[in-house]
């Protein structure tokens, strides 16, 4: 079974400090993905990447930035974090957008409050 | 927006009882997908179907896609109390190439014993 894994369920940072969110996983998928989701307005992409150094920006990229140093792993990065940034933060991975059929595989989530 | 529309938004059952969530969505696609998520966990992936298809079967799951009227339905037939989750419809577009999917804000729904 693919396995995508988040580093931190539940992590606490103040305003203006920078954060890092790892997600890593093991099925040598090409595309990777970074949502943020809160109650009432569904998932929303961030950025996602379809190849080691590769990303694309997703609908709501303002104030991220994102790390694809090697394929197994995508870091979404909160340059300088506020408190509208407090939220579940989903990584999800697939294999390569051709073709039909490709489910994403998603971690359990960050739950990321900004003080 | 290009995300796709659950309805009802909230649905309560009684254990036994079909449970049938709806979703519209806005462009054509090449497959719309199914996933559900319990609370305070990441998106388990439940069933596709292709645009080519008109309905599909998985356990006690059903779908059904209507793409002249870009719509689709998921039952859950004989449901459980473990079956309350969200459940979220998700549409890839046609013609696309990098994998991206477009989610609904999905349906709550709560199975009673």
């Known amino acids: 079974d693919v396995k995508v894994t988040q580093s931190s369920r539940y992590l606490v940072k103040r305003t203006g400090e920078k954060v890092f969110l790892e997600c890593v996983q093991d099925?040598?998928?090409?595309?990777m993905f970074w949502y943020r989701q809160d109650p009432g307005l569904g998932l929303r992409l961030i950025y996602f990447s379809y190849d080691v150094k590769m990303k694309e920006k997703g609908d709501i990229p303002e104030g991220y930035s994102v790390s694809r140093e090697k394929k197994e792993r995508f870091s979404l990065i909160l340059e300088s974090a506020s408190t509208n940034q407090t939220s579940m933060y989903l990584c999800?991975?697939?294999?390569?957008?051709?073709?039909?059929?490709?489910?994403?595989?998603f971690g359990d989530g960050t739950r990321l409050s900004i003080l | 927006s290009q995300q796709g529309e659950e309805d009802p938004q909230a649905l309560s059952i009684q254990e036994g009882e079909n449970a049938t969530m709806n979703c519209s969505y806005k462009t054509s696609i090449n497959n719309l997908q199914w996933y559900r998520q319990n609370s305070g966990r990441g998106l388990v992936h439940l069933i596709l179907i292709r645009s080519n298809e008109r309905e599909k079967h998985s356990g006690r799951l059903r779908v059904t896609l209507d793409t002249s009227k870009k719509s689709s339905s998921l039952l859950i037939t004989a449901s459980r109390a473990a079956d309350t989750a969200s459940y979220f419809c998700a549409t890839r577009e046609r013609g696309s190439t990098l994998g991206r999917l477009y989610f609904g804000r999905g349906t709550q729904l709560t199975v009673w014993p």
């Open positions: 999800a991975s697939s294999p390569p957008g051709t073709g039909e059929g490709q489910p994403q595989h």
């Open positions: 099925m040598d998928h090409e595309n």
